[in-house]
């Protein structure tokens, strides 16, 4: 993934978590500029930063670099409580989400 697609990626995680790139920036322990600095292209996060970066968000590396989901926390926390349905349970969601998605 490109320096730009990182730092979209960043900002539109970033903004659905309704926090300011220098409020996550003093939250991880860097400079105020860090967060901006990276969603501006202007560079990378290191491996270390950007697993920060994820436990900030409340997502793992895999859903930060998964762009096809334009939420990956919420989609966290539905898949969570999904697991505690049973077969039918289930049966009934999986065609909810298919009519809702063919709309």
Known sequence: M???KVGLRLATLRTKKNVSAREMSLSIG???NYINHIETGGALPSLSGLFYICDYLG????????TDST????????T?????????????VENLIKNMAEK
Not at 59 to 66: H, L, S, W
Not at 80 to 92: A, G, S
């Open 71 to 78: 939420n990956p926390s919420r989609l966290k926390k539905i």
């Open 80 to 92: 969570e409580y999904m697991k505690k349905l049973d077969d039918k349970q289930l049966e009934i």
């Open 2 to 4: 490109e320096k730009e």
């Open 30 to 32: 860097q400079n105020e």
């Open 59 to 66: 997502i793992t590396p895999c859903e930060f670099f998964d």
